[in-house]
C-alpha cells in the first residue's frame, strides 16, 4: 500500500524559501502525477501545482512566479519550494498523488504546518 | 473566491438523506470529471468520489454521486454522526490549466 510521508521546515520568516518533501514508500513515482495542495487556516483547499512521470510540471497561475516541484526517482521523493513566503502562505501543505492530469487523488500525506512570521 | 461553487453548509438528523451541490461551468465540470474529497478536521482529506459518480474501495453505498452538465452533487443517505466533516469537489479546468476546487461545504449532523 502506497504512502506518503512528507516532512519541511514548520516556522519560516517573511522573505524566506519554503522547502517542503514527500517521500513514498509502497510503490514508485513512475506513471503518475504528484500534487501538492494547500490550506490556509480556516478556508478551503487550494491546488498549487504538480509534477507528472515524465517530468512535467504544472503551476496554480496565481503562485506560479514563486512555486517549484521537483522529483528525485532515485530517493522516491517529491520536493516542493515556495520563494519569498509571506504570512499568506501560512498554511498547512499536503502532498498527493494522482492518476492523471485532474483525476482523482487517492493517496495523501499527513500535511506540514508552515507558519510565517512577519 | 472559488472557481466551483459549493453552499458553505448543510445539515440533517442521522438517517436522513442529505445532498450537496457543486457548480461550474463548460470549462471544468461541463467537460472533465468531478472528484469528491471528505476532510474530518484536523486530519487531509480523503478521496470520497471520482469521476462523478464511482466510490473507491471503502467508501460506504450510503454515498453517491452525479453530474449535470455544469453542475454535481453528492448525495449522503443514512446520514451518520461520522459523517460530520467538510466536503470538496474538485475538476480540471481547461481554461485557467489548473485543478479548481469548490470552496468546500461543512456538513452538520444534528
Known amino acids: 500500500q502506497v504512502q506518503l510521508q512528507q516532512w519541511g521546515a514548520g516556522l519560516l520568516k517573511a522573505s524566506e524559501t519554503l522547502s517542503v518533501t514527500c517521500a513514498v514508500s509502497?510503490?514508485?513515482?513512475?506513471?503518475?502525477?504528484w500534487i501538492w495542495i494547500r490550506q490556509s487556516p480556516g478556508k478551503g483547499l487550494e491546488w498549487i501545482g504538480e509534477i507528472n512521470h515524465s517530468g512535467n510540471t504544472n503551476y496554480n497561475p496565481s503562485l506560479k512566479s514563486r512555486v517549484t516541484v521537483s522529483a528525485d526517482t532515485s530517493k522516491n521523493q517529491f520536493s516542493l519550494q515556495v520563494t519569498s513566503v509571506t504570512a499568506g502562505d501560512t498554511a498547512v501543505y499536503y502532498c498527493?498523488?494522482?492518476?492523471?492530469?485532474?483525476?482523482?487523488?487517492?493517496?495523501w500525506g499527513q500535511g506540514t504546518t508552515v507558519i510565517v512570521s512577519s | 473566491q472559488s472557481v466551483l461553487t459549493q453552499p458553505p453548509s448543510v445539515s440533517g438528523t442521522p438517517g436522513q438523506r442529505v445532498t450537496m451541490s457543486c457548480s461550474g461551468s463548460s470549462s471544468n465540470i461541463g467537460v472533465n470529471s468531478v472528484n469528491w474529497y471528505q476532510q474530518v478536521p484536523g486530519t487531509a482529506p480523503r478521496l470520497l468520489m471520482f469521476?462523478?459518480?464511482q466510490r473507491p474501495s471503502g467508501v460506504p453505498e450510503r454515498f453517491s454521486g452525479s453530474k449535470s452538465v455544469t453542475s454535481a452533487s453528492l448525495a449522503i443517505s443514512g446520514l451518520q454522526s461520522e459523517d460530520e466533516a467538510d466536503y470538496y469537489c474538485?475538476?480540471?479546468?481547461?481554461?485557467?490549466?489548473?485543478?479548481?476546487f469548490g470552496g468546500g461545504t461543512k456538513l452538520t449532523v444534528l
Open positions: 498527493a498523488r494522482g492518476r492523471g492530469r485532474g483525476t482523482r487523488m487517492g493517496v
Open positions: 474538485t475538476a480540471w479546468d481547461d481554461s485557467l490549466n489548473s485543478r479548481v
Open positions: 509502497g510503490g514508485s513515482l513512475s506513471g503518475y502525477y
Open positions: 469521476n462523478s459518480n
